[in-house]
């Protein structure tokens, strides 16, 4: 039987480089003797993701961390979803929630019940049958109850939080639990000669740090995977065209919104993120169509509140790692690769990574099998997600610049078109094991773009149609009453969960 891995390093800070520590330190613990942070405190962390997805509620929850105590500690707001402005047609607005849509009845999907309706000439919205777009809608939001009294009231929310704040979070979370912290630069990362993997890395002041498994959270130069490992990455570029941003925080003004809201532009699309303290605003565009200039000219002409940092400007490239797993290294979060953070994936795809390395912790002989899995079903995840952010571009009505007409000529990866082709045919919505995205959220898009199947399923005539209006109008009214009854989001916050003000 191989030895067990004893001594982790992970390379890096931020987000990635801290909820991979609290993880294995949470869950590693009596199985390793060290786990090392090594971060220099003179390179700045790109700061990955301030909106996120529910699985992060969960990843929390299982660290055994109070969520009033993060809420005030990372000045967090909550998020039922995203509303997406301006995506369709200028003009046009939808909602994507953390919910799914109305009941199934007799093992039909809801949504064939709205297209039979649709094809007797009722006009329906799919917003109508979903508890977070009420709530959303009267900038209201209430906790879920755990054991809802009705199918209708079970959905999810995630947070919007300053993310250098949850990094400092768990950073301290980490230290309790007996994590090592080395604050150095990386000189030299030094490579077994035959194996070829790492052993150890000589940071700028002499000192070695040796370890047996290496994590790589360096962000994108991908200081261990990719510039001493060359494990080469896809560029996906040819269908996701951003490949810059700029972003600025501002003044709150107002009360927050219990969304995060993201605005096409000409060019690319604009994130607002409300925090309690402040707004977080961003643009995300190409530069084939639009120069650093104009875009900072953009973003702060869209901005409301009074400017409290400089605009910043990022670059990537679309695409990932060809392996999240490369001998004796692990990548998590941007060293991985990007998608940007048009669905708020970021951090879940740290989360993911970050499962399926403690599902598959290698001992010492670091299996060729095992390593292939995670690999093999990291890329799939990766795929998925990839497609549901195309399909944002791709369906697209919009034609007012090169962009938006180049996003509707380019060719999209079969994977996608193939989901694309059944659900016009018959309202069939493709679902993988490792989607991220369940069929509620592909519903949206689809209804959001006025795709529309061709087909409904034929079971569903076998309910009377003025009985079936009439069970809707009950269920739309059901939750209109419930969200009626919540107070608003801001009075929520202030209720139990409000943040000290931060110091100047």
Not at 57 to 70: H, Q, T
Not at 90 to 98: K, R
Not at 157 to 175: I, P, T, V, W
Not at 277 to 295: C, V
């Amino acid at each position: 039987m191989s030895e067990a891995v004893s001594k982790i390093v992970i390379v890096g800070g931020g987000t990635a480089g801290w909820m991979t520590a609290a993880s294995l330190a949470r869950f590693m613990q009596g199985k390793v003797s060290s786990i090392t942070v090594v971060e220099s405190s003179a390179i700045g962390t790109v700061g990955v993701g301030e909106a996120t997805i529910p699985n992060i509620v969960e990843f929390n929850r299982n660290l055994g961390i109070d969520e009033v105590e993060l809420i005030k500690a990372t000045q967090a707001t909550f998020k039922l979803g995203i509303q997406f402005e301006d995506w369709h047609k200028q003009g046009s607005q939808f909602f994507h929630p953390f919910a799914d849509y109305g009941l199934p009845v007799d093992n039909v999907d809801f949504h064939h019940y709205l297209n039979r309706l649709n094809a007797n000439g009722e006009k329906t919205q799919l917003e109508d049958y979903s508890f977070p777009c009420q709530l959303a809608k009267r900038g209201k939001f209430a906790q879920p109850h755990p054991k809802p009294p009705s199918p209708l009231a079970d959905y999810q929310y995630a947070y919007h939080f300053d993310a250098s704040l949850y990094a400092e979070f768990l950073k301290n979370f980490s230290l309790k639990l007996g994590v090592n912290h080395i604050d150095g630069k990386i000189d030299v990362v030094n490579l077994n000669k035959e194996s070829g993997f790492i052993e150890s890395l000589s940071l700028e002041n002499g000192e070695i740090i040796d370890g047996e498994l290496f994590i790589d959270c360096s962000g994108f130069k991908g200081l261990l995977i990719e510039q001493a490992l060359q494990t080469g990455y896809d560029d996906w570029s040819e269908w996701l065209i951003c490949d810059r941003a700029v972003a600025l925080q501002t003044e709150l003004e107002g009360g927050p919104t219990p969304y995060t809201r993201s605005i096409a532009r000409e060019n690319g699309w604009q994130w607002r993120i409300p925090l309690q303290h402040r707004m977080g605003n961003g643009y995300i565009y190409s530069s084939k169509f639009e120069t650093d200039e104009q875009a900072s000219a953009r973003l702060l002409a869209n901005v409301d509140g009074k400017a409290i940092t400089k605009v910043r400007q990022l670059s990537f490239k679309a695409g990932r790692r060809k392996q999240i797993w490369n001998k004796n290294c692990v990548a998590i979060g941007l060293s991985g690769g990007f998608l940007e953070p048009l669905e708020s994936t970021s951090i879940s795809l740290i989360q993911s990574v970050i499962a399926k390395l403690l599902t598959f912790f290698p001992d010492k002989s670091f299996n060729s099998y095992d390593i292939a899995e995670v690999n093999r079903l990291h890329n799939l995840e990766v795929e998925h997600v990839r497609d549901f952010i195309i399909l944002h571009y791709k369906l697209s009505a919009r034609n007012d610049s090169e962009f938006w007409r180049y996003c509707q000529k380019m060719d999209i990866p079969e994977t996608l078109a193939h989901k694309i082709s059944l659900f016009k045919s018959r309202g069939h919505l493709v679902m993988h094991q490792d989607d991220s995205f369940e069929e509620a959220s592909w519903l949206t898009m689809y209804n959001a773009f006025n795709i529309k199947p061709i087909r409904y399923d034929v079971r569903v005539d076998n309910i009377d149609l003025l009985v079936l209006k009439d069970n809707l109008a009950k269920m739309r009214q059901s939750l209109i009453n419930g969200a009626e009854q919540a107070i608003s989001h801001q009075d929520f916050i202030d209720k139990h969960c409000r943040a000290a003000e931060p110091k100047s």
